[in-house]
Antibody, heavy 118, light 108 residues
Framework: EVQLVESGGVVVQPGGSLRLSCAAS????????MHWVRQAPGKGLEWVSL????????YYADSVKGRFTISRDNSKNSLYLRMNSLRNEDTALYYC???????????WGQGTLVTVSS | EIVLTQSPGTLSLSPGERATLSCRAT???????LAWYQQKPGQAPRLLIY???SRATGIPDRFSGSGSGTDFTLTISRLEPEDFAVYYC?????????FGQGTKLEIK
């Protein structure tokens, strides 16, 4: 069974930085595009970013472009999200998700909570 | 950016009844790029349907998806107690992914 385990979520002040990690197992990690999706407390889902299987292509939601950087280390089966210039509105549960091959998300981690607050 | 609007916001039904959830897009969406997810409290979303009508692995056949263009539907033919949850549609276009705001399916 595919496993995705996120970590790194903490309470951080506005303007601060953070790096999230996602450890993947039970599938061939370097075959797949990977995503970050977030969910603010009590709200809906928002796609954040994707990275292609080889890291050669990355895309971002307009809300995080220029502040967040997605990366991966295929030798470690790991996905990352570097978050800079954090804002209150970035407070959310951040999910790591595996691409299903046709522009959907077929497996999700349990999420890691990022709280931006002074 | 394509905006997805789901209706109704809340649907109150009883076990055994049929549920019909709607997802409408502001522009035409390729059927290949439309998916549905179920989310229960405290859990991650679970993929139900992709490509508008293909059931994901392990999803019971009481769940079905249909539609094209700007109008898509998720149907649950006969509600089981475990089906009461929030449902989201999702689309891909122009290197961006967007979700609907969700429909809460609650027990009447």
């Amino acid at each position: 069974e595919v496993q995705l385990v996120e970590s790194g979520g903490v309470v951080v002040q506005p303007g601060g930085s953070l790096r999230l990690s996602c450890a993947a197992s039970e599938f061939t990690f370097d075959d797949y595009t990977m995503h970050w999706v977030r969910q603010a407390p009590g709200k809906g889902l928002e796609w954040v970013s994707l990275i292609s299987w080889d890291g050669g292509s990355t895309y971002y939601a307009d809300s995080v472009k220029g502040r967040f950087t997605i990366s991966r280390d295929n030798s470690k089966n790991s996905l990352y999200l570097r978050m800079n210039s954090l804002r209150n509105e970035d407070t959310a549960l951040y999910y790591c998700a595996k691409d299903g091959g046709t522009y959907h998300f077929d497996y999700w981690g349990q999420g890691t909570l990022v709280t931006v607050s002074s | 950016e394509i905006v997805l609007t789901q209706s109704p916001g809340t649907l109150s039904l009883s076990p055994g009844e049929r549920a019909t959830l709607s997802c409408r897009a502001t522009q035409s969406v390729s059927s290949s790029f439309l998916a549905w997810y179920q989310q229960k409290p405290g859990q991650a979303p679970r993929l139900l349907i992709y490509g508008a009508s293909s059931r994901a692995t392990g999803i019971p056949d009481r769940f079905s998806g249909s539609g094209s263009g700007t109008d898509f539907t998720l149907t649950i033919s006969r509600l089981e107690p475990e089906d009461f949850a929030v449902y989201y549609c999702q689309q891909y276009g122009s290197s961006r992914y967007t979700f609907g705001q969700g429909t809460k399916l609650e027990i009447k």
